[in-house]
C-alpha cells in the first residue's frame, strides 16, 4: 500500500496481493442470484494503523482514480460485470439491491482492464463517514451477472488495484453573486 498526503488529501493504492480475503475468500451469492455459484467477491484491505488518528471533516469525500480489474474465471462470456465501493454516505437506489451505501463505480463486460475516471473529483466522487480512514480498512466488491454460471467465480484477486483520493473540500468565500448570491434574512 502507498499513500501520498498533500494538504488534507490522500492517494491510496490499494494491492490486491494485501486483500484480506484472499485467496478466495469473500465469495457470496448477490441478491438475485438463483444459481448455487457464487458470483459476488469482496475485497477487504487493511490500512495497517497508518490513519488511526485520522479523524476527517463534515465535507470529506472518496472518489476513485482509477481501478486494474484482473481476469474473472468462470463467468459467462459477455456478461456483465460490476465494481462497488462500499461503506460511503451517499445513499444509492440500484434494483438489485434497493437503498444502499455500497456504490457502483464501474460497469463492464470486458476483465483484465484498467478503468480510470478522467473527471477525478468530479465524478465517482462520494462523501464519506469521519472514520472512513480511522476505521482501518476499505472495501470494494466485483460482482458479475449469475447467467449461465457453471461455477463459482474466480478472482485473480492479486491484481486487483484500485487507486482513491480521500480529501476534504474547502469551501471558500465569494463575493461574486452569479455563484453564491447574499441570503437577506
Excluded: W
Amino acid at each position: 500500500m502507498f499513500y501520498k498526503q498533500s494538504e488534507k488529501e490522500y492517494r491510496l493504492t490499494l494491492l490486491g496481493i494485501n486483500d484480506v480475503y484472499a485467496p478466495n475468500l469473500g465469495l457470496e451469492k448477490t441478491v438475485d442470484n438463483n444459481t448455487i455459484h457464487k458470483n459476488l467477491k469482496k475485497f477487504k484491505f487493511l490500512l495497517k494503523n497508518h490513519f488511526n488518528n485520522i479523524i476527517l471533516g463534515d465535507n470529506a469525500k472518496v472518489t476513485v482514480e482509477n481501478v486494474y480489474l484482473p481476469t474473472i474465471l468462470n463467468r459467462a462470456v459477455d456478461t456483465q460485470i460490476l465494481i462497488r465501493l462500499c461503506g460511503v454516505n451517499d445513499f444509492v437506489f440500484d434494483t438489485e439491491r434497493g437503498l444502499n451505501i455500497s456504490h457502483i463505480i464501474y460497469t463492464t463486460t470486458a476483465d483484465n482492464l484498467l478503468l480510470e475516471n478522467s473527471g477525478t473529483k468530479i465524478s465517482k466522487s462520494f462523501r464519506i463517514p469521519k472514520d472512513f480512514l480511522s476505521k482501518n480498512y476499505i472495501e470494494f466488491e466485483i460482482s458479475v451477472d449469475s447467467t449461465g454460471s457453471t461455477n463459482d467465480i474466480n478472482v485473480a484477486e492479486t491484481n486487483f488495484t484500485p487507486t482513491i483520493i480521500v480529501y476534504e473540500e474547502d469551501f471558500e468565500q465569494t463575493e461574486d453573486i452569479n455563484l453564491a448570491p447574499k441570503v437577506k434574512y
